[in-house]
């Protein structure tokens, strides 16, 4: 009946995807990040390091030791790949 597909949004506080499971955000959460903020980059950027902090703090919440680099590359490292397939940059 309801036929709305789910929106790929994180489960606190483990960041996984409600939707598919995949660490957050995953691939699908990426492309609907990178249209929402299609042209406001640098805004894009500060959210996702926010919730990369968010992300961190409740990975020590649970007891964890967050890997860091892992985190950084998992929560923006997309971002860079992404900005570098497109080559409109403001030169
Ligand atoms: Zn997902």
């Known amino acids: 009946m309801n036929a709305r597909p789910r929106p790929h949004l994180p489960m606190r506080p483990r960041w996984l995807c409600r939707n598919c499971a995949?660490?957050?955000?995953?691939?699908?959460?990426?492309l609907t990040l990178a249209a929402k903020f299609y042209g406001h980059s640098i805004a894009l950027a500060f959210y996702l390091a926010a919730s990369m902090h968010d992300a961190v703090d409740d990975a020590y919440g649970l007891g964890l030791r967050p890997n860091l680099?892992?985190?950084?590359?998992?929560?923006?490292?997309?971002l860079s790949q992404a900005r570098r397939h497109r080559?409109?940059?403001r030169a």
Do not use: E, T, V, Y
């Open 22 to 30: 995949a660490p957050w955000p995953c691939g699908p959460a990426q």
């Open 69 to 78: 680099p892992a985190m950084h590359a998992r929560f923006l490292g997309w």
């Open 87 to 89: 080559r409109s940059g």
